[in-house]
């Protein structure tokens, strides 16, 4: 079973910041994959960001990058996602999501939290 709960969205200011903070509760936390999407009215859901152990292995999505970091110190502690330097068209909710290593589809999802960038 695991378990993800997202929080630290908000409204913000063109220009401003935000940090996400998704905890993990798993039997092996260390053997999956934590992701954050997001998704704006009326368009898919996309991938922002995903790590497994360290930021060696994260994966960034170009949209973002220069932007958003995300960061795990363990894998006992909750994965971040530091916004910077965030745009209107940054507002989406905001999940968190996890996948074990070896599969390819996120099958846990936390609940969303909502980011709104005001210009």
């Known amino acids: 079973q695991v378990q993800l709960q997202a929080s630290g969205g908000g409204l913000v200011q063109a220009g401003g910041s935000l940090r996400l903070s998704c905890a993990v509760s798993?039997?092996?936390?260390?053997?999956?994959?934590i992701g954050w999407f997001r998704q704006a009215p009326g368009k898919d859901r996309e991938v922002v960001a995903s790590?497994?152990?360290?930021?060696?292995?994260?994966y960034v999505a170009d949209s973002v990058k220069g932007r958003f970091t995300i960061s795990r110190d363990n894998a006992k502690k909750p994965v971040d996602l530091q916004m910077n330097s965030l745009k209107p068209e940054d507002t989406a909710t905001y999940y968190c999501?996890?996948?074990?290593?070896?599969?390819?589809?996120?099958?846990?999802w936390g609940q969303g939290t909502q980011v709104t960038v005001s210009s």
């Open positions: 798993a039997r092996t936390v260390s053997s999956y994959v």
């Open positions: 999501a996890a996948k074990h290593h070896a599969v390819t589809t996120y099958d846990h």
């Open positions: 790590i497994r152990w360290s930021p060696a292995n994260a």
